[in-house]
Each structure stands twice: as structure tokens, then as C-alpha cells.
């Protein structure tokens, strides 16, 4: 259906024009700069957009009635922080007037000198490359200097309201670390998949890199897992761009048995695996390696490289490692 056709009048009413550019999506800034007296200045800001990667460009938009219009009409360099979704409270304070707002904030300085934003979800430091007059706004545009980014998720915005932008990574991708880490885990000759929503099933994921003795499930409950029987089992990557894998195997402590498992997580016979259900090549040649691995108790340790892997052999389960005095120290 098409949209009512536009009444063009010359006269445009300035509260349904906000209104209508409001129904844009956008992320959430936080543009910083220092002022003339050597004062930490910023604002909230969503009129951030990418303009140029040769040279690097980017621009905002800086009303002219904000208090720290000044210090940003003047500034040699600017950086302007994306935030993430737990930010809504940073928002606020640096969309008010608060004469301390950098007080709820960590911060340092990186190459030009302007407030990068310790916590956020990517920064960009910028030295000003033009400035552009533009009705009740200027349009500021900075060279990039240096940046930095994380995989959390971002902060949206649209018609006046914080909006949550669905995580756009992978389930079990790590924030501090862009991996995916899985466990491989078998109970009583059956294994544990999750459902990936998508038709197909995939193995279940850790929040963290370092083995855990608990699988934890998303309705807050874990299943305990055997610790001597938990050991790296395969690294690898499925794309240059992807994250890499890193798979534990491991085995249910018989508690967990009879605990009732959350409806996307369900036992497979080992003998049934559902391979063709298993999305990633890399994974199934892993389930199969598994397989006969266990037929004779001898389990190897997978690592990806570039001349199409390798495989080490361990006999035995693994110990605990016993440190000698002088390694401690
Ligand atoms: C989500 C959001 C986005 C905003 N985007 C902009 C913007 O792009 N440009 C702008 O000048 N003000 C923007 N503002 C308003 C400023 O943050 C607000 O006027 C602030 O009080 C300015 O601070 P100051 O007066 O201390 O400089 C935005 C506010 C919010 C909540």
C-alpha cells in the first residue's frame, strides 16, 4: 500500500518534521571534546553517520544551542563514542544540562586528546576536518585518528525511545574475546545439541573461555559437568570473517541426568546423530571424529592451521595440574 501522498505546503511544521525524522533508526553517541579552558565537554548525540573511508570520514551534527556548542565550533579534534545497550543512563546524563556529566564516566584521552569513553561499544578519535553551516546545526566532520571497537550489542534509537537492536552476533560468542567456545557433551552414549532456531541443531555454548565445571542454561538453571573429564577437544575457524571455535568435550555428572532440560536442548543417541541437521561442516567432522575417538577411549586435541590441521593424540584422562613451589612463585 502506498503511503498517503505528501502535502507539500512551503511552510513545514517543525514539531511533525521531528516527529517524521525520529522515524529513522539510529545508534547513540556520545560526542566529546575539550573546551578552551581544558574541560571534558559532550553531548548526546544520534546524527552520527559514516561518510568516507578514504580519506576516513565521519560527521555529526552539533545544535547551536547547546551549552557545548562553543567548545565543539572551536575544537581542533573531537571523538565520538557509540554506546551499547546498557547505556541508556550515560545517554541521559550527556543529553542534560549536568555541569559535572563526566562524573559518571570513565574516560581517557588516546591521540587528539579528546574524552574517549573507556566503557562503550566503539570510539571513534578524530581531528576536525571541516565544518559545515547548516541551518540550526553544524555539520561537524572529523578525520579518523584512531578507533576501537567491541562485539557488544548497540544501544538503537527511533521515535524519541531507546530501542534494543536484537544481538547481531552468533550465540556463545564471547564479548571480550570473539569466540565462539562450545562444549561436545555426552551423557550415558547420548549428546547434547541445541536447537539453533533456524531447523537446525548446533552444540551448546559457554559465556565464558575458561572450562567451566557447569554448563549454564538460559533459564538460569546449569548441568554439572565431570571436571576430569573435561578437556579441549578442537580449535578452529569456519571463515576468515567468522569468529573462531573453541570446543570442549566433556561429560554430564550423573546428578544432571534426570534434571528437565530447557525445550531447545535435547540428547541424541550417539548412534542417531542428526548430522544432516548440523549446520557447519567443521562441527559434523568433529561429531565424527568424537565417535571414534571414543570407540577406543583415546580422545586428540584438533587445532586448525593453515596446511589443513592437526591432530595430537592423549592417552589418558586429564590431570590436575600439580604446580611445584617454584612454578608458583
Ligand atoms: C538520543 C538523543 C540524540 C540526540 N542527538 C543530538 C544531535 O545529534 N545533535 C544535537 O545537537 N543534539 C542532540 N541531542 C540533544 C543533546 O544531547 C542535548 O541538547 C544536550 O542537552 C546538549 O548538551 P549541552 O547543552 O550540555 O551541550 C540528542 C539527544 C538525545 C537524547
Not at 44 to 49: E, L, R
Not at 157 to 185: E, Q, T
Request: proline residues 6%; glycine residues 8%; negative net charge.
Amino acid at each position: 500500500m502506498l503511503a498517503p501522498a505528501p502535502h507539500i505546503e512551503t511552510a513545514i511544521d517543525p514539531i511533525a518534521l521531528r516527529r517524521a525524522f525520529g522515524t529513522f533508526v539510529t545508534g547513540v553517541t556520545i560526542i566529546t571534546t575539550v573546551d578552551a579552558d581544558g574541560n571534558p565537554r559532550g553531548m548526546t548525540a544520534n546524527s552520527f553517520t559514516s561518510v568516507s573511508l578514504d580519506p576516513p570520514l565521519l560527521l555529526v551534527c552539533v545544535g547551536k544551542s547547546a551549552s557545548s556548542f562553543p567548545a565543539f565550533n572551536e575544537a581542533k579534534s573531537f571523538a565520538v563514542n557509540l554506546l551499547h545497550e546498557g547505556q541508556t543512563e550515560v545517554s541521559g546524563v550527556f543529553a542534560s544540562k549536568s555541569v559535572d556529566k563526566f562524573q559518571s564516566v570513565n574516560h581517557d584521552r588516546v591521540h587528539t586528546g579528546a574524552p574517549v569513553l573507556t566503557d562503550c561499544l566503539t570510539w571513534f578519535d578524530c581531528t576536525t576536518h571541516n565544518r559545515i553551516d547548516a541551518g540550526d546545526h553544524v555539520i561537524l566532520i572529523g578525520q579518523v585518528q584512531a578507533f576501537g571497537t567491541t562485539p557488544s550489542a548497540p544501544l538503537g534509537f527511533c521515535r524519541g525511545r531507546y530501542a534494543n537492536v536484537k544481538d547481531p552476533l552468533p550465540s556463545g560468542w564471547l564479548a571480550s574475546h570473539g569466540m565462539v567456545v562450545g562444549y561436545l557433551i555426552e551423557a550415558d552414549g547420548n549428546i547434547l545439541l541445541r536447537a539453533d532456531g533456524k531447523g537446525g541443531w548446533v552444540l551448546p555454548s559457554a559465556k565464558r573461555r575458561i572450562a567451566d565445571n557447569e554448563l549454564k542454561l538460559d533459564d538460569g538453571g546449569a548441568l554439572t559437568l565431570l571436571p576430569e573429564n573435561t578437556f579441549l577437544y578442537s580449535v578452529f575457524d569456519v571463515a576468515d570473517s567468522d569468529p573462531g571455535y573453541l570446543i570442549y568435550r566433556a561429560r554430564l555428572s550423573h546428578d544432571s541426568m534426570g534434571v528437565a532440560l530447557p525445550p531447545d536442548l535435547r540428547f541424541f543417541s550417539i548412534d542417531n546423530l542428526p548430522y544432516d541437521a548440523v549446520p557447519t561442516r567443521e562441527v559434523r567432522a568433529m561429531l565424527r571424529r568424537y565417535l571414534r575417538e571414543r570407540h577406543d577411549a583415546r580422545f586428540g586435541i584438533y587445532m586448525d592451521s593453515r596446511d589443513g590441521g592437526r591432530l595430537a593424540m592423549i592417552d589418558g584422562d586429564a590431570q590436575p595440574w600439580l604446580q611445584t613451589p617454584r612454578e608458583q612463585s
